[in-house]
T-cell receptor, first 114, second 116 residues
């Protein structure tokens, strides 16, 4: 089956630092990758996604490019803020249509200090 | 986007008892998923619940332990039966909804279960 390997946490950064959270996967077929975020006390919400190879998803200053050759979907942000403190999950949809089950990575807890 | 709610938001239960978690969506959805997030771990799919058919369980999960009901297109329940401390987790429901040309999955806020 599919699997997602995500950078272990926790990660602590100072405000305005550069962020990278690595995510690689193994899958068959034509999967689609996602990043979900879980802010303290809130539910899981979609941060960004990509639907085909070399797509770049972006939202709230975060970006991730779907690299099929390296089966990766690393999350980046150029200048993090305290409000970005959350748990970030990389996930994979098997067929790319979005209505199948998702396979999740282990999650990375990010803390930004002022 | 649709609104999805879960009840209860949290509970503390005794070993050997059962808890039923409710998931309510404010629009009709055909497919719903139930996930478990054990402490410090990732989300794992328990089952897929389509209205009008039996739920499909993932490897390692069985209907006797996690019975699911899906009486209509806006509601589902997951029961955690004969609980043990190992069942302490956050349980989440989700559903896909079209956003443009793609389906996006929306998640409920989760039910935090502690079994003593």
């Amino acid at each position: 089956g599919n699997s997602v390997t995500q950078m272990e946490g926790p990660v602590t950064l100072s405000e305005e630092a550069f962020l990278t959270i690595n995510c690689t996967y193994t899958a068959t077929g034509y999967p689609s990758p996602f990043w979900y975020v879980q802010y303290p006390g809130e539910g899981l919400q979609l941060l960004l996604k990509a639907t085909k190879a070399d797509d770049k998803g972006s939202n709230k200053g975060f970006e991730a490019t779907y690299r099929k050759e390296t089966t990766s979907f690393h999350l980046e942000k150029g200048s993090v803020q305290v409000s970005d403190s959350a748990v970030y999950f990389c996930a994979l949809s098997a067929l790319g249509f979005g209505n199948e089950k998702l396979t999740f990575g282990t999650g990375t807890r990010l803390t930004i200090i002022p | 986007s649709a609104v999805i709610s879960q009840k209860p938001s949290r509970d503390i239960c005794q070993r050997g008892t059962s808890l039923t978690i409710q998931c309510q969506v404010d629009s009709q959805v055909t497919m719903m998923f139930w996930y478990r997030q054990q402490p410090g771990q990732s989300l794992t799919l328990i089952a897929t619940a389509n209205q009008g058919s039996e739920a499909t369980y993932e490897s390692g999960f069985v209907i006797d332990k996690f019975p699911i009901s899906r009486p209509n297109l806006t509601f589902s329940t997951l029961t955690v039966s004969n609980m043990s401390p190992e069942d302490s987790s956050i349980y989440l429901c989700s559903f896909p909804q079209p956003t443009g040309t793609y389906n996006e999955q929306f998640f409920g806020p989760g039910t935090r279960l502690t079994v003593l």
